[in-house]
């Protein structure tokens, strides 16, 4: 099935050092969401974004709709060792009828923070 | 916790057995979804439901996997006559009919098919 491009794939960085990624598509979507997964465990949700431009933060986590709504940012400032985790974008074409429910996934951001 | 469940977490079974997994819901939440995930891979969407109605199935969802969802609450997956293929987590989430949609997601059912 179709899988939006996540990069990057993988990140190793020191604590207290800040991350960014991004998630880019074919085609427009008008619902982007980040989610955080641990190891055998369902994904968490981060950030959802609903608007083309919007940007929308967490705590540390700053997350942005890009305005051609292809593509999205996820940032996180001051990382720490709790971060580690995959990291996924999914995008979501709300509107009438069952398929527009369905949420597309990114391949995942691998990140790893060094204490 | 109120949030989404899925048993069992983990389930080991031989090659062309059935296996059946249970999702339950956050309780208010109308719409329920199962994706599968592999290795290295974002999750995939399988079917959805609104309430007990399944509204959309994926073309993943080959005809040894079945799906419901009788009263609108909680809902199971079956899978017949496994493949070694079939070895994935089976993820389920939720959401509200109305509002922001967002999906959460449950813990998942570990399948591994020998």
């Known amino acids: 099935g179709q899988q939006l491009n996540q990069s990057p794939q993988s990140m190793f960085i020191q604590e207290g050092e800040d991350v960014s990624m991004n998630c880019t598509s074919s085609s427009i979507f008008n619902t982007w969401l980040w989610y955080k997964q641990d190891p055998g465990e369902g994904p968490v949700l981060l950030i959802a974004?609903?608007?083309?431009?919007e940007l929308t933060s967490n705590g540390r986590l700053t997350a942005q709709f890009g305005i051609t709504r292809k593509d999205s940012f996820l940032n996180i400032s001051a990382s720490i060792p709790s971060d580690v985790g995959i990291y996924f974008c999914?995008?979501?074409?709300?509107?009438?009828?069952?398929?527009?429910?369905?949420?597309?996934f990114g391949k995942g951001t691998l990140l790893t923070v060094n204490p | 916790d109120t949030g989404v469940s899925q048993n069992p977490r983990h389930k080991i079974t031989k090659r062309g057995q059935n296996v059946t997994f249970r999702c339950d819901p956050i309780s208010e939440h109308n719409r329920l979804y199962w994706y599968r995930q592999t290795l290295g891979q974002g999750p995939e969407f399988l079917t959805y439901?609104?309430?007990?109605?399944?509204?959309?199935k994926s073309r993943l969802l080959s005809d040894r996997f079945s799906a419901e969802r009788p009263k609108g609450s909680f809902s199971t997956l079956e899978i017949q006559r496994t493949e070694q293929g079939d070895s994935a987590m089976y993820l389920c989430?939720?959401?509200?009919?109305?509002?922001?949609?967002?999906?959460?997601f449950g813990p998942g059912t570990r399948l591994t098919v020998l």
């Open positions: 439901f609104q309430n007990e109605a399944q509204l959309e």
């Open positions: 999914a995008g979501q074409l709300r509107g009438s009828g069952g398929s527009n429910y369905k949420l597309t």
């Open positions: 989430a939720s959401s509200e009919f109305a509002g922001s949609n967002e999906q959460f």
């Open positions: 974004l609903y608007k083309a431009g």
